[in-house]
């Protein structure tokens, strides 16, 4: 039986001021775009060492987000979904008793790159341009194949991914066939937990606080309501069913871009969005005791540093797009007002500047890592979070004669982008056998060290720490300077979003399997890997109390992190 829902959301009410200007809105009655097939792939060793072995049991297929309909007297079966440009057939099998078992198929994003992703040749050596093209975009929708056997029943080696906290009755194109199961305790400890950090506006949910600790006297900024730090929380209400307090967060953001932002008599661009925000309860004029709420944002101008969130608005646009692909609710990204969010963001990103280089030129601490760590340049997670943007701005934007330069940029930056970080970024053992050789102060246009590095920068570590069949990408790159860190968000970010090519999502994944001790160890997931210690931590980070070694941003755990890992798998 094949059948859909979609999740009923509720349009903020309009009985609370809100202190920003707001736009008048309309909604376009696009059909959602038609494109290609999914593509599927478990042959991850990393997916296996997540979860080593899992009993499958077989039973009919039901596919998240997707119609779906299965012949049981088929002996093999199609994958598709109108967002990709592949089609993979896949066979079931027999069991030792005549049950039917199947093997449990888990979509793999570096699958195959060429034609799913804006990208360049696999040779990411390949000097000439001529060789980028762009195929497809980023229409992703989480896909979960789950089969439940009926009778016999084997042990597989291999990944079994069932999310307990998707609702099968909201879900887009879902099959209504409920599936009956024993919530844990510890799940339902963690919905508590999430549920008690929400905060309402006006009667509304508009997010979750960053951090809710009842006995925090001083809480800082951590009880305000970030941007970034609400994404992982809001997948977990969008695979729940529960949409109104993601379109409301989208929306109420929204109209705090539009707020002036001035630091020491200076207005940064348009388009910037706030890092936080919080809700705030003032004294109606008058003096008669009534009291109202308005949104208090933080745009930079009371941050550590003063540092604006070029990440924030990044993110706006990823989890817009996740928020259409998985309620269906496409309206909401065609509305006049959302749309000019998403240029205004845009064209802060491509404005022209004195850089040479595709990749986004940002000061340290403006993104997750907050404080002075040596990320200022082009650190590799807002180049990662900056391809996924654009990539979902392309599938969202309308096109028309207002947006067709601007989508005709987005083309142009992604394949620039992309063949930048391919080829500048990646690093292994052949890699590292190549700046060894490298020659220096090349005056030349077809020079191979084309940014000076010195071979005197690879650090020690390295060459120990690096395995065989794996790399990674490296944190940053400018003129002279390769900072050969492992950041974790930046990695699993550029698999994510297609940005390496599938080679290089194969050998990150590689990396972390064979690092899995330095990298994950007891208390998951370290923020980046080696800590900077001793005099390169004084002058790196200025003596910072808060990163010191191993701590916070400094090579510290970050369990949150992980949401990124079950990303992979979910998509």
Excluded at 368 to 380: A, E, F, S, V
Aim: hydrophobic fraction near 35%; glycine fraction near 8%.
């Amino acid at each position: 039986m094949n059948s859909s829902g979609y999740i009923g959301i509720t349009t903020m009410k309009p009985y609370c001021r809100v202190l920003t200007s707001c736009r008048n809105s309309s909604i376009f009655k696009f059909p959602p775009s038609k494109s290609n097939h999914f593509i599927v792939d478990n042959s991850s060793k990393f997916q296996s060492k997540l979860t080593h072995s899992r009993r499958f049991h077989c039973c009919s297929a039901q596919i998240l987000g997707k119609k779906c309909g299965i012949n049981s007297n088929r002996r093999t079966f199609r994958l598709s979904d109108p967002n990709w440009g592949q089609i993979r057939v896949y066979r079931s099998c027999s069991g030792a008793h005549g049950g039917r078992r199947g093997v449990l198929v888990i979509s793999n994003v570096a699958s195959d790159f060429r034609k799913h992703s804006t990208s360049v040749e696999s040779h990411v050596n390949e000097k000439g341009f001529e060789s980028i093209y762009i195929n497809g975009g980023l229409n992703v929708k989480p896909l979960v194949i789950e089969r439940i056997e009926r009778g016999h029943v084997e042990e597989e080696s291999g990944l079994e991914f069932k999310d307990p906290g998707v609702n099968f009755d909201h879900s887009e194109g879902l099959n209504k066939e409920k599936v009956e199961r024993e919530v844990p305790e510890i799940e339902k400890e963690a919905w508590r937990l999430l549920r008690s950090a929400v905060v309402d506006y006006c009667g509304n949910p508009v997010g979750t606080v960053a951090a809710n600790d009842p006995g925090d006297k001083q809480p800082l900024n951590y009880d305000q309501v970030f941007i970034r730090d609400f994404v992982p929380s809001a997948l977990a209400f969008l695979l729940k069913g529960e949409g109104e307090i993601v379109k409301n967060f989208l929306l109420h953001t929204l109209q705090l871009q539009s707020w002036e932002k001035t630091v020491d008599c200076y207005s940064p661009g348009q388009g910037l969005m706030p890092a936080s925000f919080k809700v705030r309860t003032v004294p109606l004029d008058g003096g008669n005791g009534a009291f109202e709420e308005v949104l208090d944002p933080d745009f930079g101008e009371s941050a550590i540093g003063r540092v604006a969130p070029v990440d924030s608005g990044l993110w706006w646009i990823i989890l817009l797009r996740a928020y259409g692909k998985i309620t269906g609710d496409y309206a909401l990204q065609e509305r006049v007002d959302v749309q000019t969010g998403i240029r205004l963001i845009l064209n802060l990103c491509l404005t022209d500047g004195f850089d040479m280089f595709p990749s986004l030129l940002v000061t340290d601490g403006s993104c997750m890592i907050d404080r002075r760590m040596g990320i200022h340049g082009h650190p590799l997670e807002i180049q990662a979070l900056f391809y996924s943007a654009l990539r979902c701005s392309r599938e969202m934007l309308t096109v028309n004669d207002g947006t067709k330069n601007l989508v005709r940029a987005i083309n142009n930056r992604l394949s620039a982008l992309s063949f930048h970080i391919r080829e500048y970024y990646w690093v292994d053992m052949k890699k590292i056998n190549e700046i060894y050789r490298y020659k220096t102060e090349e005056y030349s246009t077809d020079a191979i060290n084309k940014f000076n590095i010195y071979p005197d920068q690879i650090p020690t570590w390295l060459v120990d720490w690096i395995p065989d069949q794996g790399g990674y990408l490296i944190g940053n790159l400018q003129p002279a300077h390769m900072d050969f860190r492992f950041f974790t968000l930046g990695n699993l970010w550029s698999i994510i979003s297609s940005l390496g090519t599938a080679k290089q999502n194969e050998g990150i994944l590689n990396l972390i399997e064979a690092k899995w001790d330095d990298l994950v160890a007891h208390m998951p997931l370290k923020i980046c890997y080696p800590a900077l210690e001793n005099e390169e931590w004084r002058i790196i980070t200025g003596s910072d109390p808060k990163n010191t070694p191993w701590s916070y941003h400094n090579g510290g755990s970050w369990p949150t992190l992980l949401w990124q890992v079950k990303f992979l798998v979910i998509i």
